[in-house]
C-alpha cells in the first residue's frame, strides 16, 4: 500500500524531535535530552500500535500526534515558550486538545463495538469534549506539581499564574470543541460502524473476542 502524502508531515516533525534531541544532547541539556527522547518515543506509540493490532489510523492522526509533541518538545529545548509568550503556548494547548479529542473519538469508537456498548452519537460527541478537558487538567496538575516540587521544567517555571492556567484549559476545550463540532457534521452522513471500518478494526476485535471465549 502506497503511503499517503499526509503521512511524510508526520514524518517531518518526528525528524524535528529527534534533532532537538542531538542537539540538546550535545549542548548539554540533559533535561531537555530526556525530554526530546520522551516526545519521540510517544510519536512511535501509534505505528506501533497499528503494527501489533493491525489498526490502520488516517494519516492525521499520526501527523497531529507528532505535531502536538513537536510543540511542547520545541517549546522547552528551543525556549520558544518564552521567545513567543504568550501566544506559542496558547496555539500548543490548542492542537494538544484537538489531538486529545480525536484520540478520544476514536478509542470510544473502538471500545462502543468491542463492547457493544451502543453509545450514542450525542455521547460520543460530549465524550470527546470531556476526554479533552480532563485531560488538559491532568497536564495543569503535573505542571503545578513540577513547579512545585522540582521548580519547574528546564529552569524556567511551567506556570505563570491562574490567569495562565485557566488560559491554557480554554485552549483546550477550544480544540476539544472544534473536534466534537466535526464530530457532529460526521454524523450526520456517517454510522457508527464506517469509523471502525474505516480502522480496519473488526478482524481484531474478532480476534479479541475470540481470544476471550478461549480463555
Known sequence: MDTPYGM????????????????AFFMGNISGFLNALIMFIGTMIPFIIVHRMHIHFPWFVFFLIALSLWFHNAGYVQGY????????????????GITVALLGFLGVIFLDRYWNMNLTPPFIVGFMIMFGVAFGSF???????????????????????LNDT???????????????????????????????????ANEVIESLNGNTKEE
Open 81 to 96: 515558550y518564552n521567545l513567543f509568550y504568550p501566544y506559542y503556548d496558547k496555539i500548543a494547548h490548542l492542537v494538544s
Open 139 to 161: 497536564w495543569e496538575m503535573f505542571e503545578f506539581l513540577m513547579d512545585t516540587f522540582f521548580g519547574g521544567s528546564l529552569g524556567g517555571l511551567m506556570q505563570n499564574g
Open 8 to 23: 511524510y508531515l508526520a514524518y517531518f516533525f518526528q525528524v524535528l524531535i529527534g534533532l532537538n534531541c542531538v542537539y
Open 166 to 200: 485557566m488560559l491554557d484549559m480554554m485552549f483546550v476545550l477550544a480544540g476539544s470543541v472544534i473536534v466534537a463540532i466535526l464530530g457532529v457534521f460526521y454524523f450526520r452522513h456517517h454510522q457508527k460502524t464506517d469509523v471502525v471500518g474505516s480502522l480496519n
